[in-house]
Every structure is written in C-alpha cells, then in structure tokens.
C-alpha cells in the first residue's frame, strides 16, 4: 500500500514530467474509479485542460489545472499513477488512460479499484469535492508540532501505535512509518498514547520528519523508477529497523523482532529496546 514517502515520490514525478503538459484525450476504462462528478462530466471537464501544478495533501495528489480547476487522486491500496512513453505498454489494470498533448500518457492502473480520481470544476474547491480532505490533520513534514502531538494524546486511552495512524491526528504517517517511528523513539507500540510526555511528543515530531524523509530520499525522484520498482517500499524495507523483520535481530541489542495484531494492524518492535512508557494499554 502507497504511504506518503511513495505519494510524494509519485507527486515529484508528476511535477517533473506532467506539469506543463495538457490532457488530450481521456478515457474511462472503470467508472468506479471516478470519484466525481459523473463519468461524462469528467471526460469533457479534463478534456484540454492544462496542468499547471502537482501538490499532496497527506495520501491526496492534488493536481492544478488552467482555469482553477482540479483532479484530485487516492491510490488506496493498489493504485499506481505513472506518466509513460506510448511504448511502455502494460494494459493491465488500467482505469483511466489520458493521453497527453506530448505524445506521453497519465496511466492510472488499479487492481483493487479503490483508488479514485475526482475532477474538480473551475469554481469548486478540492475540499468540497473530497470531504475527507477537511477531516486531516497537520501534515507530518510541515506544520505537526510536538504541542499538537501532545495535546491530541492527552486523555486517549488508545494503543499509541494506532492513535499515530489517526488521519485526524496525523495526515499520511502510516503502518510501516509508525513502527520505525516508535522504536526510534524506544516507545512501546501498546502503551497509552495519552502516556507521553512533552518530550515524547518532541522525539516522535523529530523521529517522524527524519524518517519519512529518509524514505522519501530513498524512494528516488522519477516516476519511471516508481513504475518499475513495485513502489518504494521495497527499497526502505531492506533499511527497516523493526518493519517486515519479525523474528530477525533487533538492529540495536540482538533480541528477535516480535510481530503482533493491532487493531487489525501488524505493529513490529523489540521488546527490550522498546519499553518505555509500556504499563496500561492492551
Ligand atoms: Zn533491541
């Protein structure tokens, strides 16, 4: 699944190849992916608009196009959006095909279908079109402070490694970015997110910007290298302190990697480097 060092790699790609470009043609090969409005509406409103900007709001792309509109896009679980030459050519899963006034194509290839692209008509706002949009947080990597960690925990009697998976909390910081983040900062993944302290609240503020952009460097700049590495994932895992290691030594003290269910979750961590804080939750 796309985290947001995979979002923002993607949205680097765009910015580098699609920004500039106009949309020639579109073709709806699934309407379940169109989010909004309906299917005809989002052909003939895409339809020679020019891309002006590629932004992220969390797991969001937002692309800007000429006259004030938008396409907003959610990879979900299986989405990819990839910029190619007509020649890289793999029909698979392939939801909406647009083709580009230089000869490229946008892909937006989905196996699972719950990924949605939304077309935002000039005049509307992309918070109107997508209203989860308003339910987000601060963004991990501009904006989050330890002082709105801090006071969003305060009192919740929740596991801290799902209270930082809250979207309302935190936009974008997912599975794998929360382990690591936890045993950078020597948090037990059970203990009560309403447990930390001021300074917790400023080690995981740190632990979370360093991480993900650490991701982010690892993830490369190009959609090509996105498109062809099945996602970032894979590079950051080889590096993973805790993610996707169960059972291996802990990178730290030796001490195996234990793997439990949270919340219908995976959460990884070591149980000697990571007892802090552990006393209530379950
Ligand atoms: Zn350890």
């Known amino acids: 699944m796309p985290e947001l ?7 680097l790609g765009l910015e580098k190849f699609l920004v500039g470009d106009s ?4 073709q709806v090969l699934r309407t379940d992916s169109v989010g909004y409005p309906g299917v005809k509406e989002f052909v003939k409103g895409l339809t020679g608009r020019k891309v002006v900007a590629a932004k992220r709001r969390g797991k969001y792309l937002l692309l800007e196009l000429d006259s004030n ?11 990819r959006l ?24 946008l892909r937006f290839e989905d196996m699972r279908v719950f990924g949605r692209m939304w077309y935002v008509p000039p005049g509307e706002e992309f918070l109107k079109v997508i209203p989860a949009l308003q339910e987000l947080g601060p963004e991990p990597l501009e ?29 974008g910081l997912g599975n794998i970015y929360a382990d690591e983040v936890l045993f950078q900062t020597g948090i037990h993944p059970l203990s009560l997110a309403g447990s930390i302290t001021k300074s917790d609240a400023d080690k995981l ?17 190009t959609l090509r290298d996105y498109a062809n590495s099945e996602g970032v994932n894979g590079n950051y895992q080889n590096e993973s302190w805790v993610y ?31 007892k802090k804080l552990r006393r209530k939750s379950k």
């Open 69 to 79: 509109a938008g396409l907003g896009v959610h990879l979900r679980m299986s989405g």
């Open 143 to 171: 904006g989050l402070t330890a002082e709105h960690l801090f006071g969003a925990f305060r009192g919740k009697k929740q596991a801290i490694k799902t209270a930082l998976l809250d979207q309302t909390i935190i936009a």
């Open 5 to 11: 060092p995979e979002v923002e790699t993607v949205r």
């Open 244 to 274: 996707g290691r169960e059972d291996e030594p802990c990178r730290v003290c030796g001490t195996e990697i234990e793997r439990i269910k949270l919340a219908g979750r995976s959460a990884h961590f070591c149980g000697n480097c990571q």
């Open 23 to 26: 949309f020639a043609g579109v």
């Open 82 to 105: 990839i910029v190619a030459d007509k020649k890289h050519r793999d029909a698979q899963f392939l939801r909406v095909l647009i083709k580009l006034k230089s000869g490229r194509e």
């Open 205 to 221: 503020v740190v632990a979370i910007a360093k991480t993900l952009k650490e991701a982010i460097r690892h993830g490369g700049t």
